[in-house]
């Protein structure tokens, strides 16, 4: 089973202290949580016209 990243923890704990919590975020949100566009956003987040999840989030940033 793999183990999740280094600083998966770290992310989501901010993520969430960000965004009181919330389980999904909007496109506006994570374009201004990570301080990129849309189109970056889509291309090297994986993310959606619905957004994502904080912990799919999470989980990406960890991965950088």
Known sequence: M?????TFRLELEQIN???????VLSCTEVCQYVGH?????????G???????AVK????????
């Open 37 to 45: 566009c849309y189109r970056w956003c889509v291309k090297n987040l």
């Open 2 to 6: 793999p183990r999740e990243k280094e």
């Open 57 to 64: 989030l999470a989980h990406v940033l960890s991965s950088f």
């Open 47 to 53: 993310m959606t016209g619905d957004g994502m999840t």
């Open 17 to 23: 202290l960000r965004f009181g919590g919330k389980a």
